[in-house]
């Protein structure tokens, strides 16, 4: 596949993954970026642009945790309207897979 699509296709599911990922514990930037990494080869840079948007949508809040290993790391966790989003993109993602796999292996 074409680097360009598969980033593409990444990005799409991004937020997806991260809302997902929060559904099971909270979370810092930095450890759910690693995740995502190891899951779905996304670069670490992507991440704190999107923390940001996610927080200014309400989709998630912060606290901060002291950390023996320096400064303070902030913790993100879902908000109500947050796992609202993750349960409404969960419900839609499903359907479109289930779309685009009806036509891929419809050529088959």
């Not at 759910?32 to 940001?52: F, N, Q, V």
């Not at 993100?76 to 419900?91: D, F, S, V, W």
């Amino acid at each position: 596949m074409p680097e360009a699509i598969e980033t593409q296709l990444k990005k799409g599911v991004l937020a997806l993954c991260v809302l997902s990922l929060l559904s099971r514990g909270d979370g810092y930037a930095y450890d759910i970026a690693s995740r995502l990494a190891a899951a779905i080869d996304m670069g670490e840079g992507t991440i704190y642009p999107l923390m940001r948007r996610l927080q200014g949508d309400g989709l998630v809040d912060t606290y901060l945790v002291e950390s023996s290993a320096g400064p303070p790391r902030k913790y993100y966790r879902l908000t109500e309207a947050g796992r609202a989003a993750y349960a409404q993109q969960k419900t839609e993602w499903a359907a479109f897979a289930t779309a685009v796999n009806d036509i891929v292996g419809a050529g088959e």
